[in-house]
């Protein structure tokens, strides 16, 4: 039964299952290789809204609903939300999750959020805080294009090194009585500033986070990339991926051949001319809860290290000449009856 | 030893310590009533930097690096912070801590988030999931008032509704160790949405919230007005002070005798021109870490409840025409020694 390991990893003494989980995408990401796999494809991007904002705020309430009716449960069954997104202020949330009137955690880690809030999510459980919580993240091309860069309609060139903004809701129910996979522990990033003054490459901002909490997570439980059947990060894309891979085997550890990334897998690179890949914290959210819960309820991946990623930018801090930070958090899923 | 309590509180059972805490504020605040109270009073906005972002940064990294003097510690010792401010993706916070290299969970709950990181990180400690964390937040009025308002170079007029922004940080060591003061339990807020549309009257958008989780407060642990020496919100200031006052009564709880507002508190209504009063995450965490915490060191206060409030806010989400809804989280704090 331990607790804390090594630096900044913790073991649940009681991990928490994950009851359900839910994706809710739109048309692109349904168009692309994981398109079976989600929950609910929504081919309206405004998804009968009258903004970008108002759509992210409804892709977060339905996923809520839906994750809900997956496990058969009622709002008030629910203790917590652990909860975040892109924009300003997290306002995809609040309008999003408002109506449920369950307590809220906001959270902000940039696109790492679902890891934060799992991690969190889990060590509240596990801790006898709670019964059951939800975990939940969105993001979406509209409404993150407009923070974060360009509005769609100005219609800018985008670089080869830049990501394509996930629009879609990830939601997971945490609990302690019943579900598939269990959350074993997690290892909580730091930010990490390699001077990456690009917000069209982000994967380059993020790569060194997710090598140095993926490097520390190994030192803590004293394990390496052949305890996991798969290492999956968040939203790297094309670009990060490769540093995250080089990072990596220069500190010890060779994670090609086991080695996923949530933005790569999302978008057919060939056809969907997304160029990196897939970002935002819809993106590992979406993943995690479609395509990688799958292969684990078949059992093709028994155990796998989640590590979604995140850079912390703002326009102001872009504008102002700042670098762009990376962070990452990694949790531990595994199949409930290994 | 209760964990869960009622429907949105906790009862730890091993309540963290307040190890120490430090504030760290503006001129203005210096000036005002609770002068004497602050560790250290900044004369230069911009605290030597070059933007009232960075400025803001600085207020958080000065603000750890003196609780952690405070406390005779070092960062290595502290195994998580728990931090966030109101700059859009929290910027103060990724540029103020950056350098520590201690593994971060980034909150946002506008101008609760001391509320909200106080209660996870004393969850965590009582959990045994940490021995010793922080818990922080920061707000400026030049950073604030271009993210949210006007920039300070317009000189618009201000509404008598209107809140001053404060600028400051306060932080706070949560340890399982030694301390003056304990982390009794928590009671985690819904957001709540009343209909405000009026960014200049943040204390009517988030009395409704503070009143919610006070009452529910009290459902949950079966007491009432009585089993506190002191009810202290975050920033409600002098409009939203008065009708939690009487959205409570409404509701058979007269708070009005041992009722404190630290948006009230700070400034000198009549001579320093702030209006509704103080506002901003940086607000409760000042006062708190300042005035509060020094009356309860004289044990002049032995229990209080402690009630950080936010408006959950963004210009796109206000710009577009939404409400400002509210949220408050409640942290119940008591002489270690009663």
Not at 273 to 282: E, F, V
């Amino acid at each position: 039964m331990k607790k804390m390991v090594g630096k900044q990893s913790l073991e649940f003494e009681n991990p928490p299952f994950i009851r359900s989980s839910v994706s809710i995408v739109g048309k692109k990401e349904g168009e692309g290789p994981l398109g079976q796999y989600f929950d609910m494809v929504v081919e309206d991007p405004l998804f009968g809204q009258n903004s970008w904002e108002e759509s992210e705020s409804y892709f977060q309430k339905t996923a809520v609903e839906e994750v809900l009716k997956k496990a058969n449960m009622t709002k008030d069954e629910i203790r917590y939300l652990f909860a975040g997104d892109l924009q300003a202020q997290c306002i995809a949330t609040t309008f999003g999750l408002l109506d449920f009137e369950i307590p809220l955690f906001g959270l902000f880690g940039a696109c790492s959020t679902i890891g934060e809030a799992l991690s969190l999510g889990a060590a509240m459980v596990s801790a006898g805080y709670a019964d059951d919580v939800i975990a939940i993240t969105s993001s979406h091309l509209g409404s993150a294009e407009k923070t974060f860069r360009f509005p769609l309609g100005y219609g800018n060139q985008r670089p080869l090194t830049s990501s394509w903004t996930v629009t879609g809701s990830g939601a997971f129910i945490l609990s302690n009585k019943t579900g598939n996979l269990k959350i074993r522990g997690c290892t909580t990033g730091k930010i990490k500033d390699y001077g990456i003054k690009d917000a069209m490459n982000m994967g380059a901002a993020m790569a060194p986070a997710a090598a140095d909490v993926i490097y520390q997570h190994f030192e803590d439980f004293g394990v390496g990339v052949d305890h996991y059947d798969q290492i999956i990060t968040g939203d790297l894309g094309a670009v990060g991926h490769d540093i995250l891979i080089k990072l990596l085997k220069d500190n010890g550890h060779d994670i090609s051949s086991t080695y996923t990334d949530c933005g790569v897998a999302i978008y057919d690179k060939e056809t969907q001319d997304t160029h990196a890949g897939g970002s935002g914290c819809g993106c590992s959210a979406t993943v995690m809860s479609s395509y990688i819960t799958d292969r684990m309820y078949k059992k093709e991946w028994k155990r796998i290290l989640f590590v979604p990623t995140g850079a912390l930018l703002s326009t102001v801090s872009f504008n102002e000449g700042q670098s762009v930070p990376g962070i990452a958090h990694a949790v531990i899923i595994e199949v409930a009856e290994l």
